[in-house]
């Protein structure tokens, strides 16, 4: 095996991949998935692993993934209160989906959620993202509360209130 691992278990059904900010490789494990089946997923797993990791390292590089300030993460957060749940109220309006609430987090790895009680929440880290990634955002997690999923269905329903759902997703990838 090319890389070394950092196993996380836990009562989850999947495996999944992840590169953290020091660039360690961690995989997360259902409790009982033996290690043959892990050290598998890994190995099919390597393109991803290095182009990640070279991803990483150039932004770690570039200073790009640099602490916010506690000022900054305080503006940005008094932003998203006033920002996101207008474009919320829009979209919503727009789609016929009202969501049973709206929270602003803290979340790094994650720019939104939807619960499934149709609980909507909203890093403040999206302020850092151009208007159209934001609206993408919304869109998105609204979409969830007729789609708990990310089936067909579920793009088809983006695509009908946003036909440049793709390069609007694709701002994200760029901080």
Same mark, same amino acid.
């Given at each position: 095996?090319?890389?070394?691992?950092?196993?996380?278990?836990?009562?989850?059904?999947?495996?999944?991949?992840?590169?953290?900010?020091?660039? *360690?490789?961690?995989?997360?494990?259902?409790?009982?998935?033996?290690? @043959?089946?892990? &050290? &598998?997923?890994?190995?099919?797993?390597?393109?991803?692993?290095?182009?990640?990791?070279?991803?990483?390292?150039?932004?770690? @590089? *570039?200073?790009?993934?640099?602490?916010?300030? *506690?000022?900054?993460?305080?503006?940005?957060?008094?932003?998203?209160?006033?920002?996101?749940?207008?474009?919320?109220?829009?979209?919503?309006?727009?789609?016929?989906?009202?969501?049973?609430?709206?929270?602003?987090?803290?979340?790094?790895?994650?720019?939104?959620?939807?619960?499934?009680?149709?609980?909507?929440?909203?890093?403040?880290?999206?302020? !850092?993202?151009?208007?159209?990634?934001? &609206?993408? +955002? +919304? +869109?998105?997690?609204?979409?969830?509360?007729?789609?708990? &999923?990310?089936?067909?269905?579920?793009?088809?329903?983006?695509?009908?209130?946003?036909?440049?759902?793709?390069?609007?997703? @694709?701002? !994200?990838?760029?901080?």
């Amino acid at each position: 095996m090319k890389y070394t691992y950092r196993l996380i278990r836990s009562k989850r059904k999947t495996l999944s991949l992840e590169i953290s900010k020091d660039l *360690e490789i961690i995989v997360r494990a259902p409790l009982k998935l033996s290690k @043959a089946i892990i &050290d &598998d997923f890994v190995i099919k797993h390597e393109a991803w692993i290095e182009k990640h990791l070279e991803i990483c390292a150039r932004r770690r @590089a *570039e200073g790009i993934s640099s602490p916010l300030t *506690e000022e900054q993460k305080a503006d940005l957060e008094r932003k998203a209160q006033r920002v996101i749940p207008e474009r919320v109220r829009y979209y919503s309006t727009l789609m016929g989906l009202t969501p049973a609430g709206i929270k602003i987090t803290s979340a790094e790895k994650r720019f939104g959620s939807c619960s499934g009680k149709n609980r909507l929440c909203f890093s403040y880290r999206l302020m !850092l993202y151009p208007d159209e990634a934001i &609206d993408y +955002v +919304v +869109v998105h997690e609204l979409a969830h509360i007729k789609h708990h &999923d990310h089936s067909k269905a579920f793009y088809e329903l983006i695509e009908k209130y946003m036909p440049d759902h793709r390069s609007r997703a @694709a701002l !994200l990838k760029h901080r």
